[in-house]
């Protein structure tokens, strides 16, 4: 089971039906055209396409399986206890630098720091995961030790 917001699924599947509907059949007439050329063994156009397509094969296959054993978690329809679960976002407050942040706690494939998304296997949203809003956590990350009070918990 992965993991997915609604969002992420969504993504997911809009980048396979491009895969699928725009890329996979521009380098197949990529390959027919290179083909026409002539002599393959020399023809890096040809060996451009093909590797091009091997990637976008792979990518189909990696999407397909990832959405297959999904399991997409919608934080508006989870039971708002406010406890920090898979899906939902966070405001947080450092204490020792004194800024707030927000995050939402996403799967792996969605997360994104310039979105504000981390993962579920990040030390952060390991160590929130089950708290609630007040709660202080310390997290280890590589740059030391952090530690946060939990300010709020949306479910959106």
């Known amino acids: 089971m992965v993991p997915m917001t609604l969002v992420g699924a969504n993504a997911l599947k809009e980048e396979l039906h491009r895969l699928k509907t725009i890329e996979r059949p521009a380098v197949i007439q990529a390959i027919a055209e290179a083909r026409a050329q002539g002599d393959l063994s020399e023809n890096a156009e ?38 920090i679960v898979f899906g939902v976002t966070v405001t947080l407050e450092d ?41 202080l956590i310390i997290v280890i990350a590589p740059k030391g030790e952090c530690e946060y009070e939990i300010l709020e918990v949306a479910y959106i």
């Open 46 to 83: 040809y060996d451009a396409a093909k590797e091009k397509q091997s990637f976008i094969e792979g990518r189909i296959q990696e999407i397909e399986g990832k959405l297959s054993s999904a399991k997409i978690i919608n934080p508006e329809e989870l039971e708002q206890d406010g406890r």
């Open 95 to 135: 204490i020792e630098k004194n800024n707030k942040v927000t995050y939402q706690v996403v799967g792996e494939d969605e997360a994104n720091i310039e979105l504000k998304k981390i993962s579920i296997n990040s030390p952060i949203a390991r160590a929130l995961i089950g708290k609630s809003e007040g709660d």
